[in-house]
């Protein structure tokens, strides 16, 4: 691509992205300072933003103050991963039948399914709970796996379609002249040709996952084993005193199996915003 | 066989009507072009034939079975798109194999079949690459090769040369035209270029706003238009259509005026048209010969090599062309004349309609 900008509006540029990284970054960076430093350092008056007694010590001492650590970050990766795995598998299908089919009530229900997503979870609460001790769902994965789907299908329709839609329809239509059925198509033609999209998609899928199981967590599930990580992370709030350090070491152990997931998928992500040249 | 037979095939839009009651028959093995402008219907009736659009009224007959509600694949057709439509994802192996994937051939015969079809189109050694890796004519060749592993019945193409440049087109028309040989299959053939469709057809058809306006042979065609429009859109440079007024109608013909008051005697068919009508005379620029007739300003003269294609206005503003020989010694802004051949020139009547030729040649080929 072309050099389009002027030295003046990349230095404008790199401004503005320091000033937006910074203020993303700056809790990351406060949470590692905390965890790093012995706890009633962090109490101290007046302020030290610096000291110099630094220690990994709270890495280890987590593990011991709360025993199920491991488990809740594995939850955290299951729950998140069952619902992503869950939604997509609803979503492919019902995007391309949004992207491509004409049926009664087509736009009412997209418009129906974004405000649906209006409501957060939190006013759907009771009778969500209500739903799960009928269906004797409570305190099992489930209680957080299926309000999970339930609200992030919606927006993965609303992403996905519109990726779909951009797939040239020729290639369909020469599949099915050609003598191919609409599965065998999505499954040879349009899905391969969505990667990108669905990368995005999932990735979208797992952050909003990711985020909401505190919620159905503390709601629908009092069993200790099943607790996803933030839930888990309460332990760390004692009787006497809160182990700031220890938590904050316990967050991004817990966020650090993610983060590299990302950084891995990080160019499928940018390939997927420029993929999808299928013809001239 | 594979004859292809259309009905009164219509088609609505919602409440526009695209197609009027297209009747037609085509002939085993023949190769036949549908040329119109743009807009005309002549992609909604080759969707028609492939099933993927559903005709409103009439009957599709292929090979003498009624297939109006066929799946594609069991009325025996295939397509090549516009743009192609390659798998970008797969390799030209797969993206020819895809059919008979479908079909779940048995590898080894799907191996030959591919093969034979890469061999036909010189792609053998293009099987590993992806699309992406091609020239553009490589990719329409992909494209060809994907639609004759099945061996189709009837082939159907919709402007697959259209994305091409000029000299590729050339090359690819020959093509083409050898493959239509070698596979001895019915084509039908889709495109808004009058040269694609007089040097590749046996037979075309002219569409104009959802009818056909013709139906014959390329010299049928150029020789014996059957309307104002057809006549217009045959030949190149374009038939000149000049504003007459009938003087006379006699045994001989009609005798008409021309702008710059020339007055001639076409030997015509009158029909229906009296003295004073107003007609159009129709000469094509190859026919204008430099002799007493027209008066004509030159305006801008093409000079080709071989022949000087001139522009000018006859008296009164109505444009003429004029195919002289390559050295005429004409400047722009010259006055000259121009002879009309009585007996090359073509006469229609207000409605379009063309007033039969006498004298016309007998039709080459
Ligand atoms: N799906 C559709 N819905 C509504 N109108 C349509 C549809 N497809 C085609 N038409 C209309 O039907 C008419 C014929 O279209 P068609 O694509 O057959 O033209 P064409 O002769 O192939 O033109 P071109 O040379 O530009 O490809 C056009 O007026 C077009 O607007
Ligand atoms: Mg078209």
Redesign the interface.
């Known amino acids: 691509m072309m050099d389009r900008y002027t030295f003046l509006q990349k230095v404008g540029i790199y401004i503005a992205i320091a000033a937006f990284l910074t203020f993303v970054l700056l809790p990351f960076f406060e949470m590692f300072r905390v965890s790093l430093r012995p706890l009633d350092h962090l109490m101290s008056t007046p302020f030290r933003f610096w000291s110099d007694d630094f220690s990994f010590a709270a890495y280890k001492q987590m593990w011991i103050s709360v025993p199920l650590l491991g488990r809740y970050i594995l939850n955290s990766i299951f729950i998140a991963t069952s619902v992503t795995t869950l939604t997509m598998i609803v979503v492919i299908p019902a995007a391309y039948a949004y992207a491509r089919l004409q049926f009664p009530f087509k736009a009412i229900s997209l418009a129906v399914f974004l405000g649906v997503n209006m409501f957060t979870g939190a006013v759907l609460l009771i009778p969500l709970y209500r739903v799960l001790r009928t269906l004797g769902l409570l305190n099992t994965y489930w209680a957080m796996i299926i309000p999970g789907v339930a609200f992030l299908i919606p927006t993965g329709i609303w992403l996905l379609r519109s990726y779909l839609e951009k797939i040239?329809r020729?290639?369909e239509?020469?599949?099915?002249?050609?003598?191919?059925s609409r599965m065998?198509t999505l499954r040879?033609?349009v899905i391969?040709?969505a990667v990108p999209g669905l990368i995005v998609v999932a990735t979208s899928v797992f952050i909003g996952a990711y985020a909401q199981q505190f919620l159905f967590a503390i709601a629908f599930n009092n069993q200790r084993e099943y607790q996803p990580l933030p839930a888990g992370i309460f332990e760390f709030v004692g009787y006497q005193q809160v182990t700031w350090n220890e938590m904050m070491a316990a967050s991004l152990t817990g966020i650090l199996p993610v983060m590299l997931i990302f950084l891995f998928l990080q160019k499928y992500l940018i390939a997927g915003l420029t993929a999808g040249a299928?013809?001239e | 066989m594979a004859t292809l037979d259309l009905n009164n095939i219509s088609k609505s839009f919602g409440n526009t009507r695209v197609l009027h009651d297209i009747d037609l028959a085509i002939r085993d093995k023949e190769f036949v072009v549908f040329v119109g402008p743009s807009g005309c219907g002549k992609s909604t009736l080759l969707r028609i034939i492939a099933g993927l659009e559903e005709a409103s009224a009439g009957k599709i007959v292929i090979g003498g079975t009624d297939v109006s509600n066929a799946h594609p694949v069991d009325r025996g057709i295939s397509m090549v798109f516009q743009s192609y439509a390659l798998y970008p994802h797969l390799t030209v192996f797969e993206n020819i194999a895809f059919p008979l994937r479908v079909q779940k051939l048995a590898d080894a015969d799907l191996r030959t079949r591919v093969g034979r079809a890469a061999e036909i189109l010189q792609l053998t050694d293009k099987l590993d690459l992806k699309p992406g890796q091609l020239s553009g004519g490589q990719r329409q060749r992909v494209a060809i090769g994907r639609s004759i592993v099945r061996n189709p019945k009837v082939f159907l193409f919709d402007e697959p040369l259209s994305n091409l440049d000029a000299a590729l087109r050339g090359d690819m028309r020959v093509e083409l035209s050898q493959l239509h040989r070698s596979l001895d299959a019915t084509m039908v053939y889709v495109t808004h270029d009058q040269v694609e469709a007089m040097t590749m057809a046996d037979r075309i058809v002219v569409l104009n706003k959802g009818r056909i306006e013709q139906f014959g042979t390329p010299m049928e065609l150029y020789h014996h238009p059957a309307t104002k429009f057809v006549a217009g859109f045959i030949g190149q440079p374009n038939m000149n259509l000049l504003p007459a007024t009938v003087k006379s109608v006699t045994s001989s013909g009609i005798t008409a005026v021309l702008p710059g008051d020339a007055v001639v005697t076409l030997p015509v068919e009158p029909g229906t048209v009296r003295q004073g009508d107003q007609i159009e005379v129709g000469i094509r620029p190859e026919d204008l010969v430099a002799a007493k007739g027209l008066r004509a300003t030159v305006q801008v003269m093409e000079r080709l090599g071989g022949v000087s294609i001139t522009y000018g206005v006859l008296p009164g503003g109505t444009r003429i062309c004029a195919a002289l020989p390559g050295d005429t010694p004409v400047r722009e802004g010259d006055t000259i004349d121009l002879g009309v051949p009585v007996d090359a020139a073509h006469a229609f009547d207000q409605s379009g309609a063309v007033l039969r030729r006498r004298n016309a040649p007998q039709i080459a080929g």
């Open positions: 040239p020729e290639l239509e020469a599949a099915y002249v050609d003598g191919a065998y040879r033609v391969p040709l299928v013809k």
